[in-house]
């Protein structure tokens, strides 16, 4: 973020709403120089013009700025603090096994709107459904055919900084695949350790499978 449009917005959060002739006098600027950064932030969808300020002398009255919600990704979070902290209170309440058991639960409640895999549905079906989803989470994902079954690629993982320092996220990763696949994968590339992607094996539905 530019240094003058990050200003503008922490005095609008600071402030909740400014006019134009507020934001000269505190950043001492031209009006066409704030008009210029104001119009760039609504343009990015970052602070919309949410009214007039009428003056209590003479004068026009003036243009209202205010933040938007999608303004909130440029001040700072916590969250992968609160997470680790979070999990560790967890983890000295119940053992391994039961912070496993909630992570799957967790994956099962992020799948739950997705429906799940019909029998006799194929696996590149199955594999174009999860991509999507998945997408739509931020993974940046795609699959592709190999000679051993099917490779589900992850180039972005969404909880990458926590997932440094436990291993709970990919534990959820894990029973996530499976509530989308329907089959369990296996992890043959993982960016905890020093990949480029998080990479899984995918076989073959059972119902998918030749009898003999």
């Known amino acids: 973020m530019q240094g003058t449009r990050q200003a503008i917005m922490n005095i609008l959060k600071e402030r909740g709403q400014v006019t134009i002739e507020e934001l000269q006098d505190e950043l001492k600027l031209t009006l066409a120089t704030v008009l210029h950064h104001l119009n760039i932030l609504r343009g990015e969808g970052l602070v919309d013009m949410s009214g007039l300020k009428r003056h209590q002398t003479p004068g026009r009255p003036q243009h209202v700025y205010t933040l938007t919600e999608r303004a909130s990704v440029h001040f700072p979070k916590n969250y992968v603090e609160f997470a680790d902290l979070t999990l560790r209170e967890i983890g000295d309440h119940v053992g391994p096994d039961e912070l496993d058991s909630i992570m799957r639960g967790v994956a099962r409640r992020m799948a739950a709107d997705v429906p799940q895999p019909a029998p006799g549905k194929s696996m590149p079906q199955r594999l174009d459904r999860a991509v999507n989803f998945l997408n739509q989470k931020g993974y940046i994902a795609r699959w592709e055919s190999s000679d051993k079954g099917y490779l589900l690629h992850m180039t972005n993982c969404p909880y990458q900084a926590l997932a440094h320092r436990r291993s709970e996220p990919c534990v959820m990763d894990v029973a996530l695949m499976i509530e989308l696949l329907g089959v369990t994968p ?19 539905p059972d119902d998918q499978q030749p009898t003999g």
């Open 186 to 204: 296996q992890r043959i590339a993982w960016m905890a350790s020093g990949d480029n992607t998080c990479t899984y094996l995918v076989p073959e």
